[in-house]
């Protein structure tokens, strides 16, 4: 199977935390790249945090470093976002993606597999 499932979205306060997670299929695993996409209503998809082969680099939006953090557990084929200190801005559809990245790991032309999204709404 070829899929990525995206799960753990939700409403929170200001401040408050959510950790995001990717199932993957073996396959999509497998890809060099995963990646964690946002996009708020009107506005244009944007990169939040990417990672290489399970953690030897990864790459974060200017915006959400140092309050969010991407990992991988490979005995369960999931890929996480952490979220801390959340702030309204932050509200967006967020998206799994996997793939090869032949140019920046957080331009979203660059990767070919999504997973359907999980929306997180973060109230003031």
């Known amino acids: 199977q070829v899929q990525l499932v995206e799960s753990g979205g939700g409403s929170v306060q200001a401040g408050g935390s959510l950790r995001l997670s990717c199932a993957a299929s073996?396959?999509?695993?497998?890809?060099?790249?995963m990646a964690w996409f946002r996009q708020a209503p009107g506005q244009e998809r944007e990169g939040v945090a990417a990672i290489y082969r399970g953690g030897l680099r990864t790459s974060y939006a200017d915006s959400v470093k140092g309050g969010f953090t991407i990992s991988q557990d490979s005995a369960k084929l999931t890929v996480y976002l952490q979220m801390n200190s959340l702030k309204p801005d932050d509200t967006a559809m967020y998206y799994c993606?996997?793939?090869?990245?032949?140019?920046?790991?957080?331009?979203?032309?660059?990767?070919?597999?999504w997973g359907q999204g999980t929306q997180v709404t973060v109230s003031s």
């Open positions: 073996a396959y999509l695993y497998s890809m060099p790249y």
């Open positions: 993606a996997a793939g090869r990245v032949a140019g920046l790991p957080l331009d979203r032309y660059e990767y070919l597999y």
